[in-house]
Nanobody, 121 residues
Framework: QVQLVESGGGLVQPGGSLRLSCAAS????????WSWYRQAPGKQRELVAS???????NYADSVKGRFFISRDNAKHTVHLQMNSLKPEDTAVYYCYAEAATSGISPIDDYWGQGTQVTVSS
């Protein structure tokens, strides 16, 4: 069993910064890919950023140059540094992990509970 717990959301003014964190706990053999998704009102959930076990990163065009994803394998944690925030970044942000609980188990997906990020003056 793997559980993801997110933190760091809140209210911030345009141009400000926030740092989201997500920690995995439970029986973890490996976490192959960490991702951050977000869902704004009236929109589908979209991929914001991802990072592989080889630390290769991928970002949505809308956040490139502003958001930065990183991972700490020793702590089974992923972070999303969000800079130069815009009102359109307002959404519920979810962390997501592709993980295995043993060396012979399949790779399963796990989701955090979501944390609200509101960018407004």
């Amino acid at each position: 069993q793997v559980q993801l717990v997110e933190s760091g959301g809140g209210l911030v003014q345009p141009g400000g910064s926030l740092r989201l964190s997500c920690a995995a706990s439970g029986t973890i053999f490996s976490i192959d890919v960490w991702s951050w998704y977000r869902q704004a009102p009236g929109k589908q959930r979209e991929l914001v950023a991802s990072i592989t076990s080889g630390t290769s990163t991928n970002y949505a065009d809308s956040v490139k140059g502003r958001f930065f994803i990183s991972r700490d394998n020793a702590k089974h944690t992923v972070h999303l540094q969000m800079n130069s925030l815009k009102p359109e970044d307002t959404a519920v942000y979810y962390c997501y992990a592709e993980a295995a609980t043993s060396g012979i188990s399949p790779i399963d997906d796990y989701w955090g509970q979501g944390t609200q990020v509101t960018v407004s003056s």
